[in-house]
Structures are given as C-alpha cells and as structure tokens.
C-alpha cells in the first residue's frame, strides 16, 4: 500500500521560514519525480516545485529564489524549503509522487501553511 505523509505546516509571520516533509512507502521512491502542489481556499492547484529523478528541479515563478526542493532518496523523503513566505503562500500543500513512463501517481493528504502578514 501506498502512503505519502506530508508534515512541517504551521503559522508563521511573513518573512519567515518553514520546511515540509513528505515521506514516501510503498513505492521505488527513487524511480519517481516528486512535486510539490499547493491549493489555496477558491484558488485552482498550483504546482509550486518539482523534483526528477535524477534530481534536477524546477519552480513556479511566484517562489522562485524562495523556495528549495529537494529529496533523500535513503529515507524516501522529499523536503521544501521555503523563506521568506508571504501571506499569499498561504495554503494546503501537498506532495505527489509521478512516475509518468507507468501512469504511476500518487498524493499525500496536505499539511496546512498559513503565513499572517
């Protein structure tokens, strides 16, 4: 069975900092691309970071020089790091494991980031 665990949201004030986790089991974690997603409350999902496979990443223009995705394939795990947050980061981000060769996809649950300006 698959599970993706997504944890680290929180309240925090603008300019400040937070990392999300995402521990992946039940699937070849290294073999996957890993994204980072966020949705905010009447706001469409918006894809905010993606890692491959091979680790190379790309961003959303609204948290590039912000945010920093990154993975440790030894522990499953995929991590954002986002500074300097603004109250429009706020949202449930959520983490998706890709393997687009097998139609492979999977999601996490969310954790909640909720920046007060």
């Known amino acids: 069975q698959v599970h993706l665990v997504e944890s680290g949201g929180g309240l925090v004030q603008a300019g400040g900092s937070l990392r999300l986790s995402c521990v992946a089991s039940g699937i070849a974690f290294r073999r996957y691309a890993m994204d980072w997603y966020r949705q905010a409350p009447g706001k469409q999902r918006e894809l905010v970071a993606t890692?491959?496979?091979?680790?190379?990443?790309n961003y959303a223009d609204s948290v590039k020089g912000r945010f920093t995705i990154s993975r440790d394939n030894d522990k499953n795990t995929v991590y954002l790091q986002m500074d300097s947050l603004k109250p429009e980061d706020t949202a449930v981000y959520h983490c998706?494991?890709?393997?687009?060769?097998?139609?492979?996809?999977?999601w996490g649950q969310g954790t909640q980031v909720t920046v007060s300006s």
């Open positions: 998706r494991a890709n393997w687009k060769a097998l139609g492979s996809d999977y």
């Open positions: 890692i491959t496979d091979g680790g190379s990443s």
